[in-house]
């Protein structure tokens, strides 16, 4: 993750904050969709919500990938893919290797 420096402002500190502001989320579980982004898997999925930014879960077996609000941009087998909110994308046993929220 890359950080911007902490700089001080008017004798006050300016924190860092990450470049990225997509992350992990828990996942709703028996079978619901989450608002991000979802990864599923056969028998489990991975969630990501935020704002605008990349992830890079690198996972394999990924047979769907459904979004509620969020358009983004996946990277299945070495090939981007739009997602748009409310859509999907169906695969078969793929590797997901970046996820972005756009």
Same mark, same amino acid.
């Given at each position: 993750m890359t950080l911007a420096a $902490?700089?001080? %402002? !008017?004798?006050?500190? %300016?924190?860092? =904050?990450?470049?990225?502001?997509?992350?992990?989320?828990?996942?709703?579980? !028996?079978? $619901?969709?989450?608002?991000?982004?979802?990864?599923?898997? =056969?028998?489990?999925?991975?969630?990501?919500?935020? =704002?605008v930014g990349a992830i890079y879960p690198n996972v394999d077996g990924v047979n769907l990938v459904t979004s509620q609000w969020n358009n983004g941009i996946i990277t299945a087998n070495g090939s981007n893919y739009n997602l748009y909110a409310g859509g999907s994308l169906s695969f078969t046993s793929a590797h997901v290797s970046e996820v972005q929220i756009v």
């Open positions: $902490a700089t001080v %402002v !008017g004798g006050g500190v %300016v924190a860092a =904050s990450p470049a990225s502001a997509i992350g992990p989320v828990q996942c709703p579980g !028996g079978g $619901a969709k989450a608002y991000g982004i979802e990864l599923w898997m =056969s028998g489990w999925q991975l969630c990501y919500a935020g =704002s």
